[in-house]
């Protein structure tokens, strides 16, 4: 193995820094402001410094981006246009967009993850823009990732050899090494060596990277038998839920929707991997998968798509839902084009997924404006439903009450929707009285110091949803999905006639749900909870036979008619049994599911914590 001398690293190190000024130029004013924040988080300037440092956070890939663009374009001025243009947003996006605390400002910080995804994306397609090879677009982006996986491990043995040899020194020759030490030295390694380890590997020969070559072998290998399968199987268990649901003429669980976007990740990444191969004919199977992949994902979309609506229906939409929305309508896009399309052409895959991901962010389509008015169109149907307001009129104080506890619940957490987001005014239309003010006095105590934010953000929900319905009681509304009751063992529990007494818990995990007691050493009963065409059951087995079974349906129609949920004399929770070992049954503690509830998937009953007395 011959390993590269001085003189060609630094000439390597040299020429990127030619190439890529601008972004090494934003990579040192990061690294540099990332120092300064090191241990001085209650420094005056800490706030400015986050603001820098994530706005060199996005410019750095997008002034790669510009100047890979202005590298291939055939116009000369373009060779500084391009820098100018990164400068100039990079600027823009500081002075009014960068938050200043790190995920303390939800709005701005979705902003940047947002910004963050397109700008990678931008850096992936950006030479080939206005180029169509297909060749070497592959190959480009493949230098790219194995580069960044290069520079991870390579910063990584670098940070962890140079933290040893600091902590061998502070150990051998008592050195005062304080742990800012290793976090400044973790900085300029990421800041500056990771970076520009990275960008001296990309490639400057376009022409070169367009001509076909051997395809990786180990990558062939990791794609045919290991992600091909994987994205099989997603297929038949998703293809099988379809059909599940499709027989039982049901909606969908909202949670498929993430398998069914796991599923497009690993297949598009498939997809991806394999497109050299595509025309290949010695791989069949892999020439075979890109149109069988697109052309199974259609009827996900669908299944995606009403297992969104499940949520939205009940809950509006809000920012992660309307990014599912959106991504739904990618994949589908994405899928009818390789279906239909003769191009074919992979660049339509990232491309298509940053305009969108940039388009999501302004106008009155962005992922804001569309999420605020769902959630004030949800608030604004639960007030005109009984009657507490009206279009074009305000509400002062009502007098009225919210009688379903469901719609109680939704519309408070419509009001902590507005008010986590920083934007308590988008309700004003709502309201008679000026938010802004009751905001300003409600959090006048947290700028003193005479309370926190959190506290502050709590009087300020409980304040305007006490303008709006009668049924708020210290800052509480019932629970929406349960009902809670518990023993109150105040004046004891009536064990008269029995010899043993057990206490017992049930959690809300199936395997959780099956408890022994011993009633000798070698005797020994199993007792379960199980619920079964919503009846629930509790059932005691000994020595492999059913010995008992205790229905709890007559306890659960009780509780649910009572006008509130609290501590309950034990009588009022005791259930006897019948069988066998003929046991009492008191609960502790037990939660009721609301008939209210339209959480199709929860239990009847859970936080079950019971006394089993046996004679």
Not at 296 to 315: C, D, E, F, G, K
Not at 447 to 470: M, R, V
Request: glycine letters at 6%.
């Amino acid at each position: 193995m011959k390993f590269p001398s001085i003189k060609y690293l630094t000439t390597q190190a040299g020429d990127a820094a030619k190439r890529f000024y601008l972004p090494l130029l934003f990579a040192g004013i990061g690294t540099y402001v990332a120092l300064l924040m090191v241990n001085s988080y209650t420094s005056p300037s800490y706030h400015s410094f986050v603001r820098i440092l994530l706005t060199c956070l996005l410019a750095l890939p997008l002034a790669l981006g510009c100047m890979l663009y202005a590298e291939r374009s055939e116009k000369p001025y373009m060779k500084w246009a391009m820098p100018v243009l990164a400068v100039c947003l990079s600027l823009l996006y500081w002075v009014w967009l960068a938050p200043d605390t790190l995920f303390e400002h939800y709005r701005q910080m979705l902003i940047f993850f947002v910004l963050a995804i397109v700008m990678h994306l931008w850096v992936a397609v950006a030479a080939y823009l206005r180029h169509n090879e297909r060749t070497g677009f592959w190959r480009f982006n493949e230098t790219l990732y194995a580069r960044m996986i290069l520079a991870l491990v390579f910063s990584g043995a670098l940070y962890l050899g140079l933290s040893l040899a600091l902590t061998a020194c502070k150990i051998l020759f008592k050195l005062d090494i304080d742990f800012e030490v290793y976090e400044r030295l973790w900085v300029i390694i990421a800041g500056v060596f990771n970076t520009w380890f990275f960008l001296a590997g990309i490639p400057d020969s376009y022409s070169e990277i367009n001509t076909p070559t051997t395809f990786p072998k180990a990558l062939k290998i990791f794609t045919q038998y290991i992600l091909i399968p994987i994205v099989t199987l997603y297929m038949i268990i998703l293809y099988a839920y379809g059909f599940k649901i499709i027989g039982m003429w049901s909606l969908p669980k909202g949670w498929v929707s993430m398998l069914i976007f796991c599923y497009s990740v690993v297949g598009i990444l498939a997809v991806l991997l394999v497109n050299p191969l595509c025309d290949d004919a010695d791989n069949p199977w892999v020439r075979f998968f890109p149109k069988f992949f697109f052309r199974a994902s259609l009827p996900l979309v669908v299944l995606l798509y009403a297992a969104i609506y499940t949520r939205v229906r009940q809950y509006g939409i809000t920012e992660s839902r309307y990014y599912l929305v959106l991504l739904g309508g990618w994949l589908g896009y994405i899928s009818l084009y390789f279906v239909f399309s003769r191009q074919k052409n992979i660049r339509v895959i990232p491309l298509s997924l940053a305009v969108i991901g940039a388009l999501s962010l302004f106008g009155p389509w962005s992922v804001f404006s569309v999420s605020e008015h769902s959630q004030l169109n949800r608030m604004e149907a639960i007030l005109m439903k009984y009657g507490i307001w009206k279009p074009g009129e305000k509400v002062t104080q009502s007098k009225k009450a919210i009688k379903s506890n469901y719609d109680a619940e939704q519309l408070r957490n419509v009001v902590e929707y507005f008010i986590d987001r920083k934007n308590p005014e988008a309700m004003q239309p709502i309201y008679a009285a000026n938010i802004k003010d009751l905001v300003k006095y409600t959090y006048r105590g947290v700028n003193n110091g005479h309370t926190n934010e959190w506290e502050a953000s709590n009087t300020l929900k409980d304040s305007l949803i006490h303008i709006l319905c009668t049924n708020q009681k210290n800052g509480m509304t019932r629970y929406r999905n349960y009902l809670s009751y518990t023993a109150d063992v105040r004046t004891g529990v009536n064990v008269a006639g029995y010899s043993k007494v057990f206490i017992i818990g049930f959690p809300t995990y199936p395997e959780g749900r099956k408890q022994w007691i011993f009633l000798s050493p070698t005797d020994s009963v199993q007792v379960s909870l199980t619920e079964q065409d919503s009846s629930t059951y509790m059932n005691f087995i000994r020595n492999g036979k059913t010995v008992d079974t205790i229905c709890l349906n007559a306890l659960v129609r009780s509780l649910r008619a009572k006008d509130q949920q609290g501590d309950l004399p034990p009588q009022e929770l005791t259930i006897d049994g019948t069988g066998d070992i003929k046991p009492r049954i008191t609960f502790k503690s037990i939660d009721i599911k609301h008939p209210e509830s339209v959480e199709n998937d929860e239990k009847i009953v859970s936080g079950v914590e019971v006394w089993i007395l046996v004679k």
